[in-house]
Nanobody, 125 residues
Framework: VQLQASGGGLVQAGGSLRLACAAS????????VGWFRQTPGKEREFVAA????????YYANSVKGRFTISRDNVKNTVYLQMNSLKPEDTAVYYC???????????????????WGQGTQVTVSS
C-alpha cells in the first residue's frame, strides 16, 4: 500500500488542523493505520492508531482528548483531527500502516512497514 499524508500547516496555539492519509494501490480498511510524529534529533513518537478491536482507538497520553483518529472507507482515507494544538505538537506527522494480523505493540513504529512521506505541522505560541 502507498500512503500520502497531507493537511499540515502553520496554526496558532489553540487552533485546529485535520491531517489526511490517503492510500493508493491498496485498501486502507485492510490495514491497521496509525499516526506518528517526529521532531529533529528525536525518535519517531506514537500519536494515535486504530486498536485491535474493530474501530477502537488508541492515543498517546500527550494527545488524548485533543486528537481524534477516524477513517472514511469510501474515500480510502484515514484522518487525524487535531484540536487545542500546542507548540509542543510541532513536528512532521507521518501515517503508517501494518497488517491486521500483526499483534505487536500499536505504539511501536517498527511494527509498521508502510509509511507516508510526512506533513509538517507548526504550532506558534
Amino acid at each position: 500500500v502507498q500512503l500520502q499524508a497531507s493537511g499540515g500547516g502553520l496554526v496558532q496555539a489553540g487552533g485546529s488542523l485535520r491531517l489526511a492519509c490517503a492510500a493508493s494501490e491498496g485498501t486502507l480498511s485492510s490495514y491497521r493505520v496509525g499516526w506518528f510524529r517526529q521532531t529533529p534529533g528525536k525518535e519517531r513518537e506514537f500519536v494515535a492508531a486504530f486498536s485491535w478491536r474493530g474501530e477502537g482507538t488508541y492515543y498517546a497520553n500527550s494527545v488524548k482528548g485533543r486528537f481524534t483518529i477516524s477513517r472514511d472507507n469510501v474515500k480510502n482515507t484515514v484522518y487525524l483531527q487535531m484540536n487545542s494544538l500546542k507548540p509542543e505538537d510541532t513536528a512532521v506527522y507521518y501515517c503508517a500502516a501494518r497488517s491486521t494480523v500483526n499483534l505487536g505493540a500499536l505504539g511501536n513504529a517498527g511494527e509498521y512497514p508502510y509509511w507516508g512521506q510526512g506533513t509538517q505541522v507548526t504550532v506558534s505560541s
